[in-house]
């Protein structure tokens, strides 16, 4: 009996040490994190990019938080291009996950891709995008056609709206235009049920009882009875993957590898099999296509609808630069033509408006988490390979000593003496290094004609005429503003 006690106590004991101490002893300090959940508890969950720079104040440049595994969060600009950008292929890994796992059998795709297999499909990819036109404006008409619909869909509704749907619909059409070739046209059925899919599925990835099998992966053999949440994610990432599926086997009917590519997926197929034929198919298959093809969409279009998003919640709160936009817009464009990004020259209000809205927004409010390679030295501390690090760009946005009084909505801090836009290196919505985003030139496309097509040609207005919409936030995976209504009147 006394000897169970030793052993009791002494498991404790050791236990504690561990979680405590030990396992956190070789990494740089932070907060003390809560035995078995880490720091979780101590985050505002709400906004936890505020808790990282108050941590930042108190720990320095770099700190390791525990999610509950350990993030060594880089906070400091001068570090992270130290870091990230100097020593990219270093900082260039992503974690082994369960989930993806489970689900994937491995790190496939472009997101969560490693090592060999993410650098030669990304160096793909990226190439296959700059042929279809973000360098040559292809892309540049496609966008457009899409910014008219958008604009028809608005001008066609009655009293307060939603902006959300119509957004979707346009951002999401772009990414299948050059995926898979094709616009869907607005409520189509089969597009909403693949929008709905894919809203659902990263919520029921980040269940916690889900995240919770990052740790005890075999936790998993107690579903059913217990419900963990996994046997709904294997559901909804079937159901996505069907249609990629189904995309890739009605483009492999229709091939012609004699013509160019009608988009990324003949691009894919035809380099496939030129490499099959060659006896170097390396990391081409179809099913790494189906996964490249899951994170586009995933990856291109909540971002740039959330940031379409917070834009106008930013312009019904306030109305004076919205006013500033039209005013800026009539006297240098017009409303007869097009835009075309060849008006960024002539257009500094509007650059300076969307470099504000992603300095402020910060929809990933911890940024997406990345590993070292190897053993790496960041401010001072060895960090072990593996280890997961992250470059947390948003507390660079909302530094007061970059950006004073950084809360406030304010795109004149871009604009020079001499009524310049000011392009700042300090604000990075697309990250930094080796695995900044993809869809970099593409968003930016997106966003400079979707904002300024709808600045040209329609008016919002808060629901009732005069409240704007509270500046709600909903935090998931990213930080979205609560559903808000406006009215939108035709500007003719
Ligand atoms: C406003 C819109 C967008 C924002 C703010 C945004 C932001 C980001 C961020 C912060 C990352 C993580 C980088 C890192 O790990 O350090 C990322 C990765 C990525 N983004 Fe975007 N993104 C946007 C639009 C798009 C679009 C339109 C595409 C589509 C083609 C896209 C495709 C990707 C891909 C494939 C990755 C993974 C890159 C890699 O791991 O190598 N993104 N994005």
């Known amino acids: 009996m006394y000897l169970i006690g030793v052993i009791v106590i002494a498991a404790?004991?050791?236990?504690?040490?561990?979680?405590?101490?030990?396992?956190?002893?070789?990494?740089?300090?932070?907060?003390?994190?809560?035995p078995i959940i880490g720091n979780i508890p101590q985050l505002d969950l709400n906004h936890p990019e505020k808790s990282l720079i108050q941590w930042g104040k108190q720990y320095g440049p770099v700190f390791t938080i525990w999610m509950p595994v350990p993030f060594v969060i880089v906070n400091d600009y001068d570090l992270m291009k130290e870091s990230f950008l100097k020593q990219g292929d270093v900082f260039a890994g992503r974690p082994k996950t369960f989930i993806m796992q489970e689900l994937a059998r491995g790190n496939?795709?472009?997101?969560?891709?490693?090592?060999?297999?993410?650098?030669?499909?990304?160096?793909?990819?990226?190439?296959?995008?700059?042929?279809?036109?973000?360098?040559?404006?292809?892309?540049?008409?496609?966008?457009?056609?899409?910014?008219?619909?958008?604009?028809?869909?608005?001008?066609?509704?009655?009293?307060?709206?939603?902006?959300?749907?119509?957004?979707?619909?346009?951002?999401g059409n772009v990414i299948n235009v050059m995926i898979v070739g094709y616009a869907w046209k607005f409520g189509d059925q089969k597009m909403e049920e693949f929008r709905k899919t894919l809203e659902e599925l990263p919520m029921a990835a980040t269940k916690p009882t889900v995240l919770l099998l990052e740790l005890y992966p075999w936790?998993?053999?107690?579903?059913?009875?217990?419900?963990?949440?996994?046997?709904?994610?294997?559901?909804?990432?079937?159901?996505?993957?069907?249609?990629?599926?189904?995309?890739?086997?009605?483009?492999?009917?229709?091939?012609?590898?004699?013509?160019?590519?009608?988009?990324?997926?003949?691009?894919?197929?035809?380099e496939m099999n030129k490499r099959i034929k060659a006896g170097n198919q390396g990391s081409f298959s179809e099913w790494q296509l189906m996964f490249a093809m899951g994170d586009m969409w995933s990856a291109g279009l909540e971002t740039t609808v959330t940031t379409l998003r917070f834009a106008f919640l930013y312009l019904l709160n306030y109305p004076d630069v919205l006013k500033k936009l039209h005013e800026e817009m009539d006297e240098m464009v017009g409303r007869?033509?097009?835009?075309?990004?060849?008006?960024?020259?002539?257009?500094?209000?509007?650059?300076?408006?969307?470099?504000?809205?992603?300095?402020l927004a910060n929809i990933l409010p911890i940024n997406l988490q990345h590993t070292v390679t190897e053993d790496v030295i960041v401010?001072?501390?060895?960090?072990?390979?593996?280890?997961?690090?992250?470059?947390?760009?948003?507390?660079?946005?909302?530094?007061?000593?970059?950006?004073?009084?950084p809360y406030t909505f304010n795109p004149e801090r871009h604009i020079d003496a001499n009524g310049r836009f000011v392009k700042n290196e300090h604000i990075l919505p697309f990250s930094i290094g080796k695995r900044a985003c993809m869809g970099e030139s593409l968003a930016r496309m997106e966003l400079f004609l979707f904002l300024g097509s709808l600045v040209q040609h329609c008016d919002f207005r808060p629901a009732d005429g005069k409240t704007p919409p509270?500046?709600?936030i909903i935090t998931g995976m990213g930080q979205y503003p609560a559903p808000y209504d406006c009215v939108i009147i035709p500007r003719t």
């Not at 973000?134 to 307060?160: M, Y």
């Not at 091939?255 to 894919?268: F, I, S």
């Not at 001072?380 to 593996?386: L, N, S, T």
């Open 12 to 34: 404790i004991a050791y236990f504690l040490y561990r979680e405590l101490y030990g396992k956190r002893k070789d990494l740089p300090p932070g907060p003390t994190p809560w």
């Open 108 to 171: 496939y795709g472009l997101v969560f891709a490693r090592d060999e297999l993410w650098r030669e499909q990304r160096r793909f990819a990226l190439h296959v995008l700059r042929d279809f036109g973000v360098g040559r404006n292809v892309l540049e008409p496609k966008i457009l056609d899409q910014a008219r619909e958008l604009i028809s869909i608005l001008h066609s509704t009655k009293g307060p709206t939603q902006l959300k749907p119509a957004f979707t619909f346009a951002v």
């Open 219 to 270: 936790i998993r053999y107690f579903e059913p009875p217990f419900n963990m949440g996994l046997k709904h994610v294997k559901h909804l990432s079937d159901k996505f993957r069907s249609f990629f599926l189904e995309e890739i086997r009605k483009h492999k009917e229709t091939l012609d590898e004699n013509e160019p590519p009608r988009d990324y997926t003949d691009a894919y197929l035809i």
């Open 336 to 359: 007869e033509r097009d835009l075309s990004m060849n008006d960024q020259k002539i257009l500094p209000y509007l650059c300076a408006t969307i470099q504000e809205v992603q300095r």
């Open 379 to 405: 401010g001072g501390y060895r960090i072990p390979k593996e280890t997961i690090v992250v470059a947390q760009t948003p507390s660079i946005h909302l530094d007061e000593k970059l950006f004073p009084d």
């Open 470 to 472: 509270p500046f709600k």
